[in-house]
């Protein structure tokens, strides 16, 4: 099993800045690509970003050029760092990792971008 805990979330103005992390442990051998979800008030959950084993990354077309995801292999860590933030971007905002187990999510962080 795979245990995943996200840290970070907070409230920022429009156009601040804010990292998250999701910290891994457990069966973390068995852990590919790993990534973020995140889910608005009254809409359905969103792939955001995604990172490979081999750090081949994807986006969501929305975020594209703000986010940038990252991987640290010997703190089994993945950050989320966003810039120019929207209110649009307000949301929860979940990890998850890829297993041999299938998938872990973590808990959430909220994320709340005042305009």
């Known amino acids: 099993q795979v245990q995943l805990v996200e840290s970070g979330g907070g409230l920022v103005q429009a156009g601040g800045s804010l990292r998250l992390s999701c910290a891994a442990s457990?069966?973390?051998?068995?852990?590919?690509?790993m990534g973020w979800y995140r889910q608005a008030p009254g809409k359905q959950r969103e792939l955001v970003a995604t990172?490979?084993?081999?750090?081949?990354?994807n986006y969501a077309g929305s975020v594209k050029g703000r986010f940038t995801i990252s991987r640290d292999n010997t703190k089994n860590t993945v950050y989320l760092q966003m810039n120019s933030l929207k209110p649009e971007d307000t949301a929860v905002y979940y990890c998850?990792?890829?297993?041999?187990?299938?998938?872990?999510w973590g808990q959430g962080t909220l994320v709340t971008v005042s305009s």
């Open positions: 998850y990792a890829n297993g041999i187990r299938g998938r872990a």
């Open positions: 457990g069966s973390i051998d068995s852990i590919n690509a």
């Open positions: 990172i490979t084993g081999d750090g081949t990354t």
